[in-house]
């Protein structure tokens, strides 16, 4: 019987063995991750650098990948949130911090 992805997409033991990389991340599926915002400083968990580090960006393309509008909105809110923790940021930025990367 075929695995669902939390997306409801049939995954069958071919295709998650297609979609599954190096790294870890399988397009289409959440990622359980350390690299999470440490708030309001806005500095990844995991290897305390600026969030979104390099890994969970990694991450967050293979999680949104049929998705990246969603994957947008979310980093913009992201970045409405840390302009209210980070008063001293410029707007610029932030915007190339967490949306200039997509």
């Known amino acids: 019987m075929p695995r669902r992805s939390p997306r409801g997409e049939d995954h069958d033991a071919r295709t998650l063995h297609d979609h599954h990389r190096h790294d870890g991340v399988r397009p289409g599926w959440p990622t359980v991750t350390r690299h999470g915002p440490v708030l309001p400083t806005w500095m990844c968990a995991g290897c305390d650098r600026p969030w979104p580090c390099a890994r969970r ?11 990246p509008v969603s994957l947008r909105l979310y980093l913009g809110s992201c970045l409405v ?21 997509l």
């Open 57 to 67: 960006r990694i991450e967050l393309r293979a999680e949104y990948d049929q998705a």
């Open 81 to 101: 949130a840390a302009s209210q923790d980070m008063s001293w940021a410029t707007a610029g930025t932030l915007h190339h911090r967490f949306l200039g990367w």
